[in-house]
C-alpha cells in the first residue's frame, strides 16, 4: 500500500506540474499570440538575432516545443527561411530552460495564493484578457503545488533499500550507466510530452537524496533529446519538406549537443559546480533535515549552461547545420501539382499561431495562382487562346474547393483555443478567402463572354478594346499590389489599395459613358455593346474583391 500511495503521489504531483505548465503556455500565448507572432515575421538573417528572439519567445511562453511548432508552421508556410527557423530553434532550447530556474527559486509558496488568485481571474472575470491572465496564474500556482505533492511523495522512500537500490542503478560512473541516465531522461521526455517536467521531476529525486548531481545532469542532457518528439509529432503526416528540416534540424542540435557533452562529462559536472558556487549558491552537498537544499540550483545551471554552450558551437557552424539537416530530410517533390489543393497538418492544431501562419501561406498561394491566370485571361481579349479559355472549369474548380479546405481548417481552429485578436483573425483570413473565390467566379464569367464572341464573331471597336485591356490591367496591377503586401507589409497600402478601388470604378463609368456615344454614333453594335458592358461590370466586381482582400489583409498581415 506504501508503495501505491508514492506512486499516486508521485503522478498526481507530476499530472498537476504538467497540468499548471499547460495552462500557463495556452494562457501566456492567448496574450501574447500576436506580438510573438509579429516578433517572428520580422525575423531578420542574422542568426544570432534568430537565437535571441527564440530565447525570448520561448522565455515568454514557457516551452521550447510550442516555440519549435510555431516555427514549423512558419516555415512550411514559406514566411520563415529554414536557416532563420534553425536559429530561432537553437535559442529556443536556451529560453525554455527559464522554466528550470524558476523551479530552482523554490516559489512554492506562492503555489496556494497564485492557486487562489488564477482561479479568480480565470472563472469569475467578464473580460477574456483577465481570464488568460488567470490561466497564466493559475498555471503557476499548479505547477508549484505539484512540485510539493511530487517531494512529498517522494519523501518515505528514501529509506526504503528496495527503492535506494533501484536508484543506484542510475549513476554516471560507468559510460554504460551514462548511458541509461541519458536514455532513461529521454524516455520520460517522450512519455510526459514537457522537458520542463521531467527537469522538475529529476530536481524533486535529486533534492530527495534519491539522484546524485552527476547522475541528475545525465538525466537532464536526455531530456533534451526527448523535447524534441514534439516538434517530429507535429509533421507525422505532412507532406512539407520545410516542416521536416525544421524538426529534423531541432533533433540533430539537440542530439550532437548532447553527444559532446557525454565526451567530456566529468568536466562539464565540474564546471557547472564551479559557475554555480561562484554565483553564490550553497555546497551541492548541503543538506537540510535531510534534503538536499541546493542542488535544484545546480541542476537548473547544468540545463542552462548546456543550452548556451551548444548555442554558441552550433551557431557558429549553423550553414553546416542546414546543410546536415538537408541531407538527412526527405527530398522535396519536383514539382507541386497545379491544381493541388491546400494541405494542413492536425499537429498545428494546437497552436493557433503557427496553424494561422499555414493557412497565410497557403492563402500567399493562391492568391499568386489567381494573379496568374488573371494576366493569361488579358491576352484572350485581343487574340484568342482556347488553351486559356478552356482552362477556366479546372481553374474555377480549383478555387472553390480550396476555399472549403481553408475555411473547414479556419473553423477547426476557431473551435480550439483562440484569444480575441487570433479570432479576428481567422475572420478576415474567411473573408480574403471567399473573395478570392468571387474573383474565380468574375474571372469565368470573362471567359464565358469572350468564348461566346469569338465564337459569333463578334467585333469591339479599336477603343473597347483599348478600354477593356486598361480595366484589365488596372485589376491585374491591385492585386499584384495585394500579393506583395502579403509577403512584405509597407505603409501606405490601405490607401493605395482605396485610390485602385476608386480608379476601377472611374474607368467603369468613363467607359459606359463612352460606349453610350458609340452606340449613337453607330461605332459599335448593340450585341457588342451588351458583351462589352457585361466584361467591364465583371471587371468592375473584381476590382470590389480586390478591395476586400486588401482590407483584410491590412487588418492582419
Known amino acids: 500500500m506504501q508503495f501505491l500511495g508514492i506512486l499516486i503521489h508521485t503522478l498526481g504531483g507530476l499530472g498537476m506540474f504538467i497540468l499548471g505548465m499547460k495552462m500557463m503556455t495556452e494562457g501566456l500565448q492567448a496574450t501574447a499570440g500576436q506580438k510573438i507572432r509579429r516578433i517572428l515575421e520580422a525575423m531578420s538573417a542574422n542568426r544570432f538575432m534568430g537565437c535571441a528572439t527564440g530565447a525570448g519567445v520561448a522565455a515568454l511562453i514557457q516551452s521550447s516545443s510550442a516555440t519549435t511548432v510555431m516555427l514549423i508552421g512558419f516555415a512550411t508556410a514559406g514566411i520563415m527561411t529554414l536557416q532563420q527557423a534553425v536559429g530561432v530553434v537553437i535559442g529556443a532550447n536556451i529560453g525554455t530552460t527559464i522554466t528550470g530556474q524558476m523551479i530552482a527559486f523554490k516559489l512554492t509558496e506562492a503555489a496556494l495564493p497564485a492557486i487562489a488568485i488564477g482561479v479568480g481571474l480565470k472563472y469569475f472575470s467578464k473580460k477574456r484578457k483577465f481570464r488568460y491572465i488567470g490561466d497564466i496564474v493559475l498555471g503557476f500556482g499548479l505547477l508549484f503545488f505539484g512540485m510539493m505533492v511530487m517531494k512529498d511523495g517522494l519523501s518515505p522512500i528514501k529509506s526504503d533499500p528496495q527503492f535506494v537500490a533501484f536508484f543506484t542503478l542510475f549513476n554516471t560512473e560507468s559510460v554504460m550507466g551514462l548511458l541509461l541516465c541519458v536514455l532513461m531522461g529521454a524516455v520520460l521526455t517522450v512519455a510526459v510530452q514537457s522537458s520542463s517536467a521531467t527537469v522538475g521531476l529529476t ?3 535529486a533534492g530527495s537524496g534519491l539522484l546524485d548531481y552527476s547522475t541528475a545532469l545525465g ?19 505532412s507532406n512539407n519538406v520545410e516542416a521536416h528540416r525544421t524538426a529534423n534540424a531541432h533533433t540533430i542540435f539537440n542530439t550532437v549537443g548532447v553527444g559532446i557533452i557525454l565526451l567530456t562529462f566529468p568536466w562539464f559536472v565540474d564546471i557547472v559546480e564551479l559557475l554555480t558556487l561562484k554565483m553564490g549558491a550553497g555546497a551541492v552537498t548541503h543538506t537540510v533535515n535531510g534534503e538536499f537544499v541546493n542542488v535544484a540550483r545546480y541542476i537548473a545551471n547544468g540545463h542552462t549552461f548546456f543550452n548556451v554552450l551548444n548555442a554558441l558551437i552550433f551557431l557558429i557552424f549553423l550553414p553546416r547545420l542546414v546543410q546536415l539537416t538537408i541531407w538527412v530530410s526527405p527530398k522535396p517533390r519536383k514539382s507541386r501539382e497545379r491544381y493541388g489543393l491546400p494541405e494542413f497538418d492536425s499537429g498545428f492544431i494546437d497552436s493557433p499561431i503557427g496553424a494561422l501562419a499555414r493557412v497565410k501561406g497557403e492563402i500567399i498561394r493562391i492568391t499568386e495562382f489567381t494573379h496568374t491566370n488573371l494576366k493569361k485571361l488579358a491576352r484572350c481579349l485581343q487574340t484568342r487562346d482556347d488553351d486559356v479559355l478552356g482552362e477556366r472549369e479546372p481553374v474555377e474548380e480549383f478555387l472553390d474547393d480550396s476555399q472549403k479546405v481553408i475555411i473547414s481548417y479556419l473553423t477547426t481552429i476557431y473551435q480550439g483555443e483562440v484569444n480575441e485578436p487570433e479570432a479576428k483573425e ?7 478567402t471567399n473573395n478570392i473565390e468571387r474573383l474565380g467566379d468574375s474571372m469565368e464569367n470573362v471567359s464565358k463572354i469572350l468564348e461566346r464572341i469569338y465564337d459569333n464573331g463578334i467585333e469591339f471597336s479599336d ?12 485589376v491585374i496591377e491591385f492585386l499584384g499590389m495585394i500579393v506583395d503586401e502579403m509577403r512584405e507589409k509597407s505603409d501606405g497600402f490601405y490607401q493605395r489599395a482605396l485610390a485602385c478601388e476608386d480608379m476601377v470604378d472611374q474607368m467603369r463609368e468613363q467607359m459606359r459613358y463612352h460606349h453610350i456615344d458609340r452606340l449613337r454614333c453607330a461605332e459599335c453594335s448593340v450585341d457588342a455593346g451588351v458583351l462589352f458592358i457585361a466584361l467591364v461590370s ?20
Open 219 to 237: 538525466l537532464v542532457l536526455g531530456e533534451n533529446i526527448g523535447t524534441t518528439i514534439t516538434a517530429q509529432l507535429a509533421t507525422l503526416g
Open 426 to 432: 481567422i475572420s478576415e483570413m474567411m473573408r480574403i
Open 203 to 205: 530536481m524533486t529525486l
Open 463 to 474: 477603343q473597347a478594346k483599348k478600354d477593356l485591356t486598361d480595366i484589365s490591367d488596372k
Open 538 to 557: 465583371n471587371y468592375e466586381k473584381m476590382g470590389d474583391y480586390c478591395f476586400n482582400i486588401a482590407t483584410g489583409v491590412d487588418r492582419i498581415i
